[in-house]
C-alpha cells in the first residue's frame, strides 16, 4: 500500500496574539527542512478563496501533523475552525496527528488533558522544533533525529 502523501508537514494552528512566539518555532522548523504550512507564506495562495473551507482542508488533510499551540488566545473563531478541523481528522486517525504545544495553562476545548504536549515556558524552540523532526521520522524516511528530546 502506497504511503499517503501530505503538502506539508506540520501545520501550526495557533491564534494570532500568540504569533510571535510561534515565529521562531516555525523559521526553525523551516531551516531543518521540514514542509511547514503558515499562513503568511500563502497570502497569494489564499487571495480570493473561501477561507472557512481553506483552513478546514489544511487543517483536516494537507499536513501530517498539526502543531497546536494552546493559550488563552486560542478562543478565536478562526483558531476554532483550525482545531475543529484538526480535531474530526484526529478522531479518525490511529496514530497522533495534533501535537499540542501550550504557551500556558488554558485548556483547550475538546482536548483531553491525559494528552502528552511540549511546552514553549519548559521546552526551547530549537528542542520543540528536534521533537518535531523526530516526529516526522517516524513516518518520513528523509527524516533523521539528531538531538535527543530528554
Same mark, same amino acid.
Do not use: C, H
Given at each position: 500500500m502506497a504511503a499517503e502523501k501530505y503538502e506539508f508537514d506540520v501545520a501550526p494552528s495557533f491564534a494570532e496574539?500568540?504569533?510571535? =512566539? !510561534?515565529?521562531p518555532i516555525v523559521r526553525? *522548523?523551516?531551516?531543518?527542512?521540514?514542509?511547514?504550512?503558515?499562513?503568511?507564506?500563502? =497570502? !497569494?495562495?489564499?487571495?480570493?478563496?473561501? *477561507?472557512?473551507?481553506?483552513?478546514s482542508e489544511t487543517f483536516s488533510s494537507r499536513a501530517r501533523f498539526v502543531l497546536l499551540f494552546g493559550s488563552q488566545h486560542y478562543v478565536?473563531?478562526?483558531?476554532?475552525?483550525?482545531?475543529r478541523a484538526a480535531q474530526a481528522r484526529a478522531l479518525e486517525e490511529h496514530t497522533e496527528y495534533l501535537l499540542p504545544i501550550r504557551i500556558d495553562d488554558t485548556?483547550?476545548?475538546?482536548?483531553?488533558?491525559?494528552?502528552?504536549?511540549?511546552d514553549v515556558r519548559k521546552h526551547t524552540?530549537?528542542?520543540i522544533a528536534q521533537a518535531v523532526v523526530q516526529k516526522l521520522a517516524q513516518h518520513r524516511?528523509?527524516?533523521?533525529?539528531t538531538t535527543p528530546i530528554t
Open positions: 496574539e500568540d504569533r510571535e =512566539l !510561534v515565529l526553525r *522548523l523551516k531551516d531543518l527542512g521540514v514542509s511547514v504550512f503558515y499562513d503568511e507564506d500563502q =497570502l !497569494v495562495e489564499m487571495w480570493g478563496v473561501d *477561507l472557512v473551507e481553506y483552513f478565536s473563531a478562526w483558531a476554532r475552525l483550525q482545531r485548556p483547550v476545548p475538546g482536548l483531553l488533558p491525559t494528552i502528552a504536549y511540549l524552540t530549537e528542542v524516511a528523509s527524516f533523521t533525529p
